[in-house]
């Protein structure tokens, strides 16, 4: 069972990892993201699919000079997202420390 404002499209740590890349840049350029995040280009082209259909990303095309580049933004969709998904994550940890240091204290004192 997923927690409340789990998201399941950032449970895999490679799109975790672009979208917490981009939350710190404005469209960043697309080598870099893939360099950053240690991918070859056509598996970083199929997470930005992905992660486009959901409207998580912004892609722009142009050139510099006669290159063709591509510049990556997390959309407010997918900062929104990204921030519910580290909070709902934060609070299960938080909530499994809290079990746990419970346990700890009920075995310390032989209760339980």
């Known amino acids: 069972?997923?927690?409340p404002d789990v998201d399941p499209l950032l449970l895999d740590p490679t799109r975790l990892?672009?979208?917490s890349l981009l939350s710190a840049t404005r469209?960043?350029?697309?080598?870099f993201v893939r360099d950053s995040v240690g991918m070859s280009d056509s598996a970083l082209s199929?997470?930005?699919t992905t992660l486009g259909k959901q409207d998580y990303l912004e892609v722009r095309k142009g050139y510099v000079?006669?290159?063709p580049r591509t510049w990556l933004?997390?959309?407010t969709t997918g900062r929104v997202a990204l921030e519910?998904?580290?909070e709902a994550l934060q609070r299960i940890a938080a909530r499994s420390r809290e079990a746990g240091d419970a346990h700890r204290t009920e075995s310390d004192t032989g209760v339980g």
């Open 1 to 3: 069972m997923t927690a």
């Open 17 to 19: 990892s672009i979208v």
């Open 27 to 31: 469209w960043a350029e697309f080598g």
């Open 46 to 48: 199929k997470q930005i």
């Open 65 to 67: 000079g006669k290159r």
């Open 73 to 75: 933004n997390l959309s």
């Open 84 to 86: 519910r998904h580290i």
